[in-house]
């Protein structure tokens, strides 16, 4: 079945730092592939999204691009703030082949420090 | 738009307890799924409805768990009996299905303690 793969966490860094969370997916149709991110103490948000190969999702410095010759949907950032700190997780969801579902990749822990 | 609703939003019972979680999607969305996070096992789908009709429940644990949605605006999630176990944050989550994706929409979430 469809699934997701991201970095293990935490990842640790200094403000100003770039950010690189990797996320690859194995998929038998043609997904949408998502960024979630899940704050202290809520539930997650919708961060940013691409719906066909190619396409860069966008949103708050944040950026990934829909790679499907590498299967790949890598957040970057490239410079980031104490404010960033967060869960982040990758996703992806098919209607045609995956019904209504959304498949969560286990989440990548991001610590920001001033 | 008020967002996703849960209630309440803290629940400490003790095992055997029955609990009842509840939650009020966005209005106009059509799909409604319920999830269960924890340190030990992340973010798991415990079941999802679309047009109030279950659809999957292949996530839900063991038959002390059940979820009705009984309309359109109103789900609830049931533990009966509960024990420590199953101590997480239960999210509900609703979106709008389109032919191109999905986007969902979680709520707040409730912290479940079972002493």
């Known amino acids: 079945g469809d699934s997701v793969t991201q970095m293990e966490g935490p990842v640790t860094l200094s403000e100003e730092a770039f950010l690189t969370i990797n996320c690859t997916y194995t998929?038998?149709?043609?997904?949408?592939l998502f960024w979630y991110v899940q704050y202290p103490g809520e539930g997650l948000q919708l961060l940013l999204k691409?719906?066909?190969?190619?396409d860069k999702g966008s949103n708050k410095g944040f950026e990934a691009t829909y790679r499907k010759e590498t299967t790949s949907f890598h957040l970057e950032k490239g410079s980031v703030q104490v404010s960033d700190s967060a869960v982040y997780f990758c996703?992806?969801?098919?209607?045609?082949?995956?019904?209504?579902?959304?498949?969560f990749g286990a989440g990548t822990r991001l610590f920001v420090k001033a | 738009d008020a967002g996703v609703i849960q209630s309440p939003r803290h629940e400490v019972t003790e095992m055997g307890q029955e609990v009842t979680l509840r939650c009020k999607p966005i209005?106009?969305?059509?799909?409604l799924f319920w999830y269960r996070q924890t340190m030990m096992r992340g973010l798991e789908l415990l079941i999802y409805?679309?047009?109030?009709?279950?659809?999957?429940d292949s996530g839900m644990p063991e038959d002390r768990f059940s979820a009705k949605m009984p309309n359109a605006s109103f789900s609830t999630l049931k533990i009966q009996p509960s024990e420590p176990r199953d101590s997480a944050v239960y999210f509900c989550?609703?979106?709008?299905?389109?032919?191109?994706?999905?986007?969902?929409?979680f709520g707040p979430g409730t912290r479940l303690t079972v002493l």
């Open positions: 989550a609703s979106s709008l299905m389109t032919q191109s994706y999905n986007e969902q929409f």
């Open positions: 998929a038998t149709g043609y997904p949408s």
């Open positions: 691409a719906t066909k190969a190619d």
């Open positions: 996703a992806l969801s098919d209607h045609r082949t995956g019904g209504f579902k959304t498949i």
């Open positions: 209005s106009g969305h059509n799909s």
């Open positions: 409805f679309n047009n109030n009709v279950p659809i999957d």
